[in-house]
């Protein structure tokens, strides 16, 4: 028996590359439902191969006989409607940031701590990671298991998709305007975006981080472990699709560069290209429509007595959204919510 799914927020970025990802898994589901806001009902988004949904309204929908829903609306949206669909009896995958630090909901990445799943009947809600949270645990886990991580340093180049269609709208249309020497508008950026970099992403909290890096640092510990320390800088890059991070690590115990690289090379969902030449490393434009974690310049930080620096690079409309929340169901109609229908 097939799962009846929704997919709200279906008209986004995210939206769309989760049913996108759905398709191409053959996730086992009878019915597919597309939600968004009002001004989008009537309009069609693709599911797999020749298929095409109507949208539907969110604000009217009843999610009674509903299995799943993978949502990615906007915290505020989120906040509204999810609880009405996990009180419904649907299993909420959350891909915003509103429910991600509530102790009762999960937070959860499959390779990292699956187990977390096991306690997502509290609220019947999961939340999916900051995509630039997900590819750098990935890359952490398989490192911590081995000689526990002290301490980590993190400088993101976070691709402008991340803040929706606009934001990619307004790359394309500054870059065009500069070719063509008219003047450059900003609508979604603070600042000019194309041919530059920006060290802001969100809002600016109290003590002079931004949002984006505080919930790089609050969701690693809730994911990896509290006693993880993290300091990050996240900056917006002039990229369409792809997140890279620049990530050293210092460790409790001692760890060289051949141990951590064969690890890598075992862990799921990660894959390791590091060769010390031209070439050989990975950018967002290779990683841009993959699923795995890709990881380069595996390399000795001299400056602490254990310490290691990488490259970590991922598609984040993929594994650091859509695809992450697949995986979550996936393990969930495997596991927990087979257990409980059992």
């Given at each position: 028996m097939g799962y009846r799914v929704a997919v709200v927020g279906a008209t986004g970025n995210v939206g769309r590359e989760m049913l996108k990802t759905l398709a191409e898994r053959d996730?086992?589901?009878?019915?597919?439902?597309?939600?968004?806001?009002?001004?989008?009902?009537?309009?069609?988004?693709?599911?797999?191969?020749?298929?095409?949904?109507k949208v539907r309204d969110l604000a009217t929908f009843d999610f009674k006989g509903t299995d799943l829903v993978l949502s990615s609306p906007g915290a505020k949206v989120s906040a509204a409607h999810m609880p009405r669909a996990a009180k419904a009896?649907?299993?909420?995958?959350?891909?915003?940031?509103?429910?991600?630090?509530?102790?009762?909901?999960?937070?959860?990445?499959?390779?990292?701590?699956?187990?977390?799943?096991?306690?997502?009947?509290?609220?019947?809600?999961i939340a999916n990671p900051n995509c630039s949270t997900i590819q750098m645990v990935v890359a952490l886990k398989p490192l911590h298991d081995l000689a526990r991580i002290k301490r980590?340093?993190?400088?993101?180049?976070?691709?402008?998709?991340?803040?929706?269609?606009?934001?990619?709208?307004?790359?394309?249309?500054?870059?065009?305007?500069?070719?063509?020497?008219?003047?450059?508008?900003?609508?979604?950026?603070?600042?000019?975006?194309?041919?530059?970099?920006?060290?802001?992403?969100?809002?600016?909290?109290?003590?002079?981080?931004?949002?984006?890096?505080?919930?790089?640092?609050?969701?690693?510990?809730?994911?990896?472990?509290?006693?993880?320390?993290?300091?990050?800088?996240c900056v917006r890059v002039p990229v369409f699709i792809g997140h890279a991070e620049a990530v050293t690590v210092e460790f409790e115990h001692a760890i060289d560069e051949k141990t951590a690289?064969?690890?890598?090379?075992?862990?799921?969902?990660?894959?390791?290209?590091?060769?010390?030449?031209d070439e050989g490393y990975v950018t967002p434009v290779e990683a841009a429509g993959e699923d795995s974690v890709y990881?380069?310049?595996?390399?000795?930080?001299?400056?602490?007595?254990?310490?290691?620096?990488?490259?970590?690079v991922a598609d984040n409309l993929r594994k650091g959204a859509a695809l992450n929340a697949v995986q979550i169901a996936e393990a969930l109609i495997k596991g927990p919510m087979k257990e409980k229908a059992a």
């Open positions: 996730f086992p589901a009878d019915d597919v439902v597309a939600l968004a806001s009002e001004r989008s009902v009537g309009g069609e988004v693709s599911y797999g191969e020749g298929q095409v949904l009896g649907a299993v909420v995958i959350d891909n915003t940031s509103y429910f991600r630090m509530d102790p009762d909901v999960p937070l959860v990445v499959p390779e990292v701590n699956p187990e977390a799943l096991a306690n997502y009947g509290k609220r019947n809600i980590v340093v993190v400088a993101t180049y976070q691709s402008v998709s991340g803040a929706g269609r606009e934001a990619m709208d307004e790359l394309f249309n500054q870059t065009r305007a500069i070719y063509v020497n008219d003047p450059v508008t900003k609508e979604r950026f603070t600042k000019q975006i194309a041919f530059n970099v920006i060290p802001h992403i969100d809002a600016f909290m109290a003590d002079g981080s931004t949002k984006e890096e505080w919930k790089m640092v609050v969701e690693t510990k809730k994911i990896l472990g509290r006693d993880i320390q993290v300091a990050a800088t690289r064969d690890a890598l090379k075992k862990a799921p969902g990660v894959t390791v290209i590091d060769r010390r030449l990881i380069s310049r595996i390399r000795r930080d001299p400056t602490v007595k254990h310490g290691l620096s990488l490259w970590v």
